[in-house]
T-cell receptor, first 109, second 114 residues
Framework: LAKTTQPISMDSYEGQEVNITCSHN???????ITWYQQFPSQGPRFIIQ???TKVTNEVASLFIPADRKSSTLSLPRVSLSDTAVYYC??????????FGAGTILRVKS | DAGVTQSPTHLIKTRGQQVTLRCSPK?????VSWYQQALGQGPQFIFQ???????QRGNFPDRFSGHQFPNYSSELNVNALLLGDSALYLC?????????????FGEGSRLTVL
């Protein structure tokens, strides 16, 4: 299973764009990259998933370079409610996804 | 459309006791995975059930066992509880074993072992 490395924490201000980078040097050919968000005492919530290049949905963008050894989650114009832990996961869907420690994002006013 | 529901939401047990946690998957989902999340850590995969069989298992002792019923709901059983078993237990559901898609998590069951 590919191991991921993320920053432990990040601080930002309301209205700013936040980019969280995840390193996954030994990603396998069949692995997808998935990001989850988790608020205290709640289950993680799916944000976005991608395989290569760029994926965008209504809440975030995911940038994946050609070598797929890293990925960047981009959150446009964050608000206080985006304060949460963000997890980067790499693996085949359904194949015992492994959560790391995640990145604590703190958004300040 | 109900999402993933778990019960109970909170419970307190003492060392050596046994506990059963329950999970109903999101409507239309047939696969259930269980995770353990200790305070301040990411969720750790326990096991996954599909077609009433354990398909994948993480690095957890045999004290952790599970079951999936014909209606796709699932139970997690933990025997001989240890203090270190105190955690938030999360259930996640999905459809089949497709290569893409998302896991839908419940709110979890908070277990405290005294």
């Amino acid at each position: 299973l590919a191991k991921t490395t993320q920053p432990i924490s990040m601080d930002s201000y309301e209205g700013q764009e936040v980019n969280i980078t995840c390193s996954h040097n030994n990603i396998a050919t069949n692995d997808y990259i998935t990001w989850y968000q988790q608020f205290p005492s709640q289950g993680p919530r799916f944000i976005i998933q991608g395989y290569k290049t760029k994926v965008t949905n209504e809440v975030a963008s995911l940038f994946i370079p050609a070598d797929r050894k890293s990925s960047t989650l981009s959150l446009p114009r964050v608000s206080l409610s985006d304060t949460a832990v963000y997890y980067c996961l790499v693996g085949e869907y359904g194949n015992k996804l492994v959560f790391g420690a995640g990145t604590i994002l703190r958004v300040k006013s | 459309d109900a999402g993933v529901t778990q019960s109970p939401t909170h419970l307190i047990k003492t060392r050596g006791q046994q506990v059963t946690l329950r999970c109903s998957p999101k409507s239309g989902h047939d696969t259930v995975s269980w995770y353990q999340q200790a305070l301040g850590q990411g969720p750790q995969f326990i096991f996954q059930y599909y077609e009433e069989e354990e398909r994948q298992r993480g690095n957890f002792p045999d004290r952790f066992s599970g079951h999936q019923f014909p209606n796709y709901s699932s139970e997690l059983n933990v025997n001989a509880l240890l203090l270190g078993d105190s955690a938030l237990y999360l259930c996640a559901s999905s459809f089949g074993t497709a290569n893409t898609g998302e896991l839908f998590f419940g709110e979890g069951s908070r277990l405290t072992v005294l």
